[in-house]
T-cell receptor
C-alpha cells in the first residue's frame, strides 16, 4: 500500500506566478488535510477536505489560496500570485476516518521556493 | 484552540547518551503523535500514543492524558537521530495542532 504521495517535491516560482501542489492520498483514504511549515517553525493546519467538499478551511489565508479534492484525481492546493512569504514546505496528510480520531498519515511534502 | 508546548527547544547530545523530550498540551486530546523530521525535511511518524506507553527499539513514549503531557525517550542516541521532534495533538474533530518542536543534534 503506497503512502501519501505529493508532487512536485520541490517547486520554484517567481513572484506573481501560480503554484499548484498535488496530493494523492493513501488507497482507501477519502479525507485529505493540508499543512504549511514556514522555515524554523512547526506545521500549521490549513484545510481539511473530503471528496468534492471543503470541511474546514479555517487555517487558509483569505486571499490567493484555494484547495480542492475532486471526485477523480489528486487534491490540489493552489496559490495564485505567489509572494516570497509563501516560501515554505507544504505537507498533505490523509485519513480513512473510520473513527473521528483516526491517525493522519503524512506525505513527504512539497518545498516551495519563491524567488 | 489547544496550545502545545515542547521542551527543551534545543538539545545537543553526545552519541550514546539518553534523553527525554517533553510535550505539554493545554486541553484534553483524542489523539497524540510523535514525529521525527530529519535534516532533509521528511516527516516520519514515530508513535501514535493517546495514552499509555509504547516502545519501538531505542525509542519509547509515554502519554499521561489526565496530566496533559507526553514524554519521548531516546536511549543510546545515534547521529541519525538528529533532526526536529514534533508532538502533534488532535483535539477537536480531526484538527491537529503541532508543537513548537525540539531540535536535537547528536554529535559523534
Amino acid at each position: 500500500n503506497a503512502g501519501v504521495m505529493q508532487n512536485p517535491r520541490h517547486l520554484v516560482r517567481r513572484r506573481g506566478q501560480e503554484a499548484r501542489l498535488r496530493c494523492s492520498p493513501m488507497k482507501g483514504h477519502s479525507h485529505v488535510y493540508w499543512y504549511r511549515q514556514l522555515p524554523e517553525e512547526g506545521l500549521k493546519f490549513m484545510v481539511y477536505l473530503q471528496k468534492e467538499n471543503i470541511i474546514d478551511e479555517s487555517g487558509m489565508p483569505k486571499e490567493r489560496f484555494s484547495a480542492e479534492f475532486p471526485k477523480e484525481g489528486p487534491s490540489i492546493l493552489r496559490i495564485q500570485q505567489v509572494v516570497r512569504g509563501d516560501s515554505a514546505a507544504y505537507f498533505c496528510a490523509s485519513s480513512p476516518l473510520r473513527e473521528p480520531t483516526d491517525t493522519q498519515y503524512f506525505g513527504p511534502g512539497t518545498r516551495l521556493t519563491v524567488l | 484552540g489547544i496550545q502545545v508546548e515542547q521542551s527543551p527547544p534545543d538539545l545537543i547530545l553526545q552519541e550514546g547518551a539518553n534523553s527525554t523530550l517533553q510535550c505539554n498540551f493545554s486541553d484534553s486530546v483524542n489523539n497524540l503523535q510523535w514525529f521525527h523530521q530529519n535534516p532533509w525535511g521528511q516527516l516520519i511518524n514515530l508513535f501514535y500514543i493517546p495514552s499509555g506507553t509504547k516502545q519501538n527499539g531505542r525509542l519509547s513514549a509515554t502519554t499521561v492524558a489526565t496530566e496533559r503531557y507526553s514524554l519521548l525517550y531516546i536511549s543510546s542516541s545515534q547521529t541519525t537521530d538528529s533532526g526536529v521532534y514534533f508532538c502533534a495533538v488532535m483535539g477537536g474533530y480531526q484538527k491537529v495542532t503541532f508543537g513548537t518542536g525540539t531540535k536535537l543534534q547528536v554529535i559523534p
